[in-house]
Nanobody, 123 residues
Framework: HVQLVESGGESVQAGDSLRLSCTVA?????????LAWFRQPPGQEREGVAE???????AYAESVKGRFTISKDNAKNTLYLQMNRLNPEDTAMYYC?????????????????WGQGTQVTVS
């Protein structure tokens, strides 16, 4: 079982930057999980933001491409989401997700493990 804990969400101004973190508790199998960030804006469905496979290139939603960067630090068992040039449309609860296989950004229900979320508000 994989435990995910997000942090770093806060209220910021449009144009600001913010970095979210997600610690992964299952260290022995950490390297073999595909990891991703999703978000759920108020009153909307959960949507994919970025996906990071164990090997290969990251994938991003069109709405964040060029502004957000997903990365991980294996030594710290931590996944990151660097968010630049934030705008009010980025306001959402942000979740990290993990699965043995990359499930894609369009299928949140397919991902097996989730954190509790961290709130980002941009005004």
């Amino acid at each position: 079982h994989v435990q995910l804990v997000e942090s770093g969400g806060e209220s910021v101004q449009a144009g600001d930057s913010l970095r979210l973190s997600c610690t992964v508790a299952q260290t022995t199998t950490y390297g073999r999980y595909c990891l991703a960030w999703f978000r759920q804006p108020p009153g909307q469905e959960r949507e994919g933001v970025a996906e990071l496979p164990t090997f290969g290139a990251a994938a991003y939603a069109e709405s964040v491409k060029g502004r957000f960067t997903i990365s991980k630090d294996n030594a710290k068992n931590t996944l990151y989401l660097q968010m630049n040039r934030l705008n009010p449309e980025d306001t959402a609860m942000y979740y990290c997700a993990a699965d043995r296989f990359c499930r894609g950004l369009g299928w949140p229900l397919a991902w097996g493990h989730w954190g509790q979320g961290t709130q980002v508000t941009v005004s």
